[in-house]
Structure formats: structure tokens, C-alpha cells
């Protein structure tokens, strides 16, 4: 069975879609995986829109809904994901970072509700399967498919993802801070030995310096911990709205020539990682 991701939304932040943020993408995070019989989507920003009418084009009638957390870039797509609205379909939503705290399914519908939205989330005709774990957690989803969670340094807390599947494994590492000088040890355990990591990259290491409690992290920074746990690829992700396409495309150069093994995601970018 294939193992891979496409990304359907790369920026952070905010949605920007201007004729300067064409060639990387302007809509917020979204991620879909592959893995044997499974189908994954890691966050519902704005791009998990245009991943509903390819549910649609295809079919496909099940999925599982994994949220690094709830800040508005990583969720508001959602109220705009079609499928969720036919009753032939069923999707699992899970959170790593409200236990305790309210539950994924009160901030999705909180968000959903007026005077801020005119469609209430009782509308969604799928059958919406809610689940609050413990970030740390592992699901074993069969088939081979085993997910390992590890918290994130963000505001609020988020949850990076390892997702792992005939002997190969890619993670979904962001929104993360990192400490100049002190490599996370959260994420090195996470995305040790992966052949793939997607890592935030909002910013350059010289713009982080005035950005430091904003809950981010560096594609330099990204190098630095993929070279150190011996990953094999590194795509780098939700990109600033203020980095437009030519500041991207000298990044990726500068990344490149960095270290070989780096890529900046680019909305509809396809990465198998096993075929």
C-alpha cells in the first residue's frame, strides 16, 4: 500500500491568497496522508476545503481528523469541509491539548456558532466522532498504521505527530519554539531516523530574534534538528503570509544549499514515502 502526504494548505498565521503567494500557496494548514488503507488529515485550515471536493471526486467516505491545536489558522477551514455535511460519512477528530479543558468538540462548535458563524456544527450530517487524548499518546489504527504524538512548545500547547507504516515514518512538527542553543529533545525523540519531517519554519533565524514567546520556530532551526536525528527530508512549512513567492524561492536555495536534504512545501506538492 502507498505511503505519502499532500499538502493542500503551507502558510501560517493567515490565509493570503494574493497574486504574490501563487507559486508556494496562500491557504493555512493541511495535510493529507496516505498510509495502507488509511486516510489521515492533519489539521483543518483553509486548504482542508479544497481537500473536501477531492473527498467528494473520489468518494472517500472516511478519514481521521488529527489537530496539532485549535488556533484559528489550523481550524477554520473547517466549517467549509463539504463531506462533513453528507450523512455517508464518517470522520474521527482528535486533539491532544484540550483534555480537561472543554474538549475538541465544544471548540469546533464554539467556533461554529453565531453571531461569529450562521451555521451551527448540528448541521454536519457525517457521523463526527470527537476524541481528547493525552498528548504523549500512541494509536495503533491496524494495517500496519501506528501514530506517536509528543507536545509542542506553542501557546496553548500543540501536538507534533509521527505517523508510521511499513518500516517508513514522516512528522508533522509544528507550531513549535524552539530555544536557540537547546534542541528540543520533545521533537528530536519524535523524528528520530524519519524519512520525512514537515517542520514550522515561520521564520528565518534572524527574524526570530524579535520574535521569541510567539510560538515558532526557523527553517535554519529545522536543518539543525534533521541533520542531528539523522532524518532524510525535510519539508519546510507554514511559511510567514509576509514571505511572499521570491522571498521563498531564495529561502529554498539558501535551505538547499544548507543541507541537500530540504524542501519547502508548496501547496499541492505530493511526497511518497513509499510507494
Not at 491539548?97 to 474538549?103: A, D, N
Not at 544548507?258 to 519547502?264: E, K, L, N, P, R
Request: proline share 4%; aromatic share 10%.
Amino acid at each position: 500500500m502507498a505511503f505519502g502526504l499532500e499538502f493542500w494548505g503551507v502558510r501560517g498565521s493567515i490565509a493570503c491568497p494574493s497574486p504574490k503567494h501563487v507559486r508556494y500557496g496562500g491557504n493555512t494548514s493541511c495535510l493529507e496522508v496516505q498510509a495502507g488503507e488509511h486516510t489521515l488529515i492533519l489539521d483543518a485550515g483553509t486548504g482542508i476545503r479544497s481537500l473536501g471536493h477531492k473527498f467528494l471526486k473520489a468518494d472517500i467516505k472516511r478519514a481521521q481528523l488529527f489537530l496539532t491545536h485549535t488556533h484559528w489558522d489550523h481550524i477554520n477551514g473547517f466549517p467549509f469541509f463539504t463531506p462533513a455535511f453528507q450523512k455517508d460519512r464518517t470522520f474521527e477528530i482528535l486533539a491532544g491539548h484540550l483534555k480537561g479543558s472543554g474538549g475538541i468538540q465544544e471548540v469546533l462548535a464554539g467556533q461554529m456558532m453565531q453571531p461569529t458563524f450562521p451555521v451551527p456544527l448540528e448541521t454536519m450530517k457525517a457521523v463526527l466522532k470527537f476524541e481528547d487524548f493525552s498528548v504523549g499518546d500512541t494509536f495503533n489504527l491496524g494495517g500496519g498504521v501506528k501514530v506517536r504524538t509528543a507536545p509542542l512548545n506553542h501557546p496553548n500547547g500543540a501536538t507534533g505527530y509521527r505517523i508510521e507504516h511499513g518500516g517508513k515514518a514522516l512528522c508533522y512538527v509544528t507550531d513549535t519554539e524552539h530555544i536557540p542553543g537547546q534542541p528540543d529533545q520533545n521533537v528530536l525523540g519524535l523524528i528520530e531516523g524519519a524519512d520525512l519531517v514537515v517542520y514550522d519554519s515561520t521564520y528565518t533565524d534572524q527574524e526570530f530574534e524579535s520574535k521569541v514567546g510567539w510560538g515558532h520556530s526557523t527553517w535554519q532551526e529545522a536543518v539543525r534538528l534533521c541533520t542531528a536525528a539523522d532524518v532524510k527530508q525535510l519539508a519546510i512549512f507554514h511559511h510567514d503570509p509576509d514571505h511572499e513567492d521570491d522571498f521563498m524561492q531564495a529561502l529554498e536555495q539558501e535551505a538547499r544549499d544548507m543541507w541537500s536534504g530540504a524542501i519547502v512545501a508548496r501547496e499541492g506538492m505530493r511526497i511518497d514515502v513509499e510507494r
